[in-house]
Structures are given as C-alpha cells and as structure tokens.
C-alpha cells in the first residue's frame, strides 16, 4: 500500500501490533487477498481495532487476548476464536486462560457458545501440536 489513511500514526502502530500477534503470514495474505472492495474495510481494522484498541497501555496483550476470545466465543465468531487460539502463541495466554474465559463464556453467554468455543480450541491446539512435531 502506497498511502497510509486515516490516521497514518495510528495505521502503523495498528499494523505492528496487528503483524506481533497474529503473524506476518496472516497479514501478508489479508494484504495480498484485499482487493479495492475491501481494502477500506483492512484499513479501518488495522487502524481502529488494531491501532486504537489493541495498541492501549490499559492491558496487556494477554489480557487483551483473553477478552477477545470470551467475546468471540460468546458472539460465536468460529473462524475468529480459532484464529485469536493460534495467536496466543505470540500474547502469552496460556491454555488456562483461554479455559477459564471459556468458562466464563459458559456462564455469561451460555453452555453451546462454551462448547462450540472449546471445540475449536481444542482443534487449533491439536493443529498447533501437530506443527510442533513436524519441526
């Protein structure tokens, strides 16, 4: 991208972060897979989401993290909870923590959204301990 919008400041800080927790590769393909229908929509998560909200000194990455999946879980964004699961390779939350929020998910936002959530959790971990192996 040639131009920085919006709030250039907050774009490259959003991206940073963006690339710290989810990894270049992930990036790398929403970069290479946006197109001119949705490149606003890139550009406005890597500066709002990413720039504003995940670039806070208020948390930590894994506080940060373990809210974003007990609200993905709790609003049942499959796709979404399993990709934030594969990031806490890079913030710090551990498999207890994604547990108890889970359990918190449970209680909250109800039983199937917890069962649906710890599913995909297990899956990902079973996938991410697979690619431990190969290496």
């Given at each position: 991208?040639?131009e920085v919008p919006?709030?250039?400041?907050?774009?490259?800080?959003g991206?940073?972060?963006?690339?710290?927790?989810?990894?270049d590769?992930h990036?790398?393909?929403?970069?290479?897979?946006?197109?001119?229908f949705?490149?606003?929509?890139q550009?406005?998560?890597?500066?709002a989401?990413?720039g504003?909200v995940w670039a806070?000194?208020?948390?930590t990455r894994?506080e940060?993290?373990i809210v974003t999946?007990a609200l993905?879980a709790?609003?049942?964004?499959?796709e979404e909870?399993a990709?934030?699961?594969r990031?806490?390779a890079?913030t710090?939350?551990?498999?207890?923590?994604?547990?108890?929020?889970f359990?918190h998910?449970?209680?909250y936002?109800?039983?199937?959204?917890a069962n649906r959530?710890?599913?995909i959790?297990k899956?990902?971990?079973?996938?991410?301990?697979?690619?431990?192996?190969v290496?």
């Open positions: 991208m040639d919006g709030n250039a400041a907050r774009y490259r800080a991206l940073a972060v963006r690339r710290s927790v989810l990894g590769r990036v790398d393909r929403a970069e290479i897979a946006a197109t001119d949705d490149q606003p929509f550009e406005l998560i890597t500066e989401a990413w504003a806070r000194p208020g948390f894994r940060r993290s999946l993905l709790a609003l049942g964004h499959d909870v990709l934030h699961v990031a806490t890079n710090g939350a551990s498999r207890e923590d994604i547990c108890e929020a359990l998910v449970a209680i936002a109800g039983v199937p959204a959530a710890f599913k959790a899956d990902v971990f079973s996938e991410m301990d697979g690619a431990k192996n290496r």
